[in-house]
């Protein structure tokens, strides 16, 4: 998916620590995003959501009143009520049943990266922009740990090492070209390991460009 760094995305920041929000709005701010609400819990965030309807929400998973899921339910629930927004979760942590559920419908405008992981800035206002134009990004770790939680015995075991590390940078949302840098292959190779796994998985031609998105939904909902 190519992504345009010039168009304007008005994005809500939900993050219950003061400074590391306050970071985050201004790199934002910085890279030509408008942050239109900055807020420190879920109930807020909803609320901000309804007042603002923003493109993208960037959302912690652990926010008050008990600093366990309440960020994440929350995405949820924006989902539900507004499936056109995108969602990016941005934690320190996999809850690995809503992160589940929030994975397991559409994946369009969908993004949960670790913040530990995220080492270049660059990369992450791609991913970023990326969710907020309808792809996704997904941290591999997070998909490791749902897979870890679940993990099925049929399509997937079909799949060759490769296979399975080629699906898993699709999940996270690599073009076929960012796949073949990642893995120091040639694009031809990538398209190769591609068809194998639309074959594997039984995903038929007619499906078309759903297929991407169907491999990676069977992915995450190993």
Do not use: W
Not at 62 to 77: C, Q, S
Not at 78 to 85: D, E, L, S, T
Not at 169 to 180: D, F, K, Q, T
């Amino acid at each position: 998916m190519a992504i345009n760094t010039e168009t304007r995305i008005r994005a809500i920041v939900a993050d219950d620590s003061v400074l590391l929000r306050d970071g985050i709005v201004r790199l934002l701010t910085d890279s030509n995003i408008d942050v239109v609400a900055a807020v420190g819990d879920g109930d807020a965030l909803i609320d901000a959501v309804t007042e603002h309807q923003p493109d993208l929400c960037l959302v912690d998973v652990r926010m008050p009143p008990t600093h366990t899921d309440e960020g994440l339910r929350a995405a949820i629930e924006i989902r539900r009520r507004y499936p056109q927004i995108a969602v990016l979760v941005l934690s320190q942590y996999v809850e690995e049943r809503y992160a589940g559920e929030l994975l397991e419908g559409n994946v369009s405008g969908v993004g949960y990266l670790l913040k530990d992981r995220v080492i270049d800035v660059d990369d992450f206002l791609v991913s970023l922009r990326r969710v907020a134009a309808g792809g996704s990004a997904v941290d591999a770790e997070v998909i490791s740990q749902i897979l870890g939680r679940s993990r099925r015995t049929n399509e997937l075991d079909r799949l060759t090492p490769r296979e399975r590390e080629v699906l898993n940078l699709m999940a996270e949302g690599l073009s076929n070209a960012g796949i073949a840098e990642r893995l120091i292959v040639s694009n031809g190779a990538v398209e190769k390991h591609i068809s194998n796994v639309f074959m594997k998985l039984g995903l038929d031609i007619e499906d078309g460009n759903h297929r991407r998105v169907l491999a990676v939904l069977t992915y995450l909902r190993a």
